[in-house]
């Protein structure tokens, strides 16, 4: 079992910068795909970013390809989103997820952990 605790979510204005974070804890970090979700209030959860067990391939949503970035700290357990320029549309809930099998993938049901979610609000 692998427990995903999201953090650094809150408040920011239109093209400010927020960098979230994701701790786990259980089996080994390093054996996990790990990505990045949103979900807005009535919509279904997206895809945001991914990235491979050794932080050496990453995959983007085209809404967020070259205002995020996705990086993980092995040593530390920890996989990170920075998110620039934010937009309106950037607003949801994140989470983390973390995928036991090789490769990364863009769908939900590629993974078998989530997060609790952490609230990113950008104000106009």
């Known amino acids: 079992q692998v427990q995903l605790v999201e953090s650094g979510g809150g408040l920011v204005q239109a093209g400010g910068s927020l960098r979230l974070s994701c701790a786990t804890s259980?089996?080994?970090?390093?054996?996990?795909?790990m990505g990045w979700f949103r979900q807005a209030p009535g919509k279904e959860r997206e895809f945001v970013a991914a990235i491979t067990r050794s932080g050496g391939s990453t995959v983007y949503a085209d809404s967020v390809k070259g205002r995020f970035t996705i990086s993980r700290d092995n040593a530390a357990n920890t996989v990170y989103l920075q998110s620039n320029s934010l937009k309106s549309e950037d607003t949801p809930v994140y989470y983390c997820?973390?995928?036991?099998?090789?490769?990364?993938?863009?769908?939900?049901?590629?993974?078998?952990?989530w997060g609790q979610g952490t609230q990113v609000t950008v104000s106009s």
């Open positions: 997820a973390a995928r036991s099998r090789t490769g990364v993938v863009m769908t939900t049901s590629g993974y078998d952990y």
């Open positions: 259980g089996r080994t970090f390093s054996t996990y795909a």
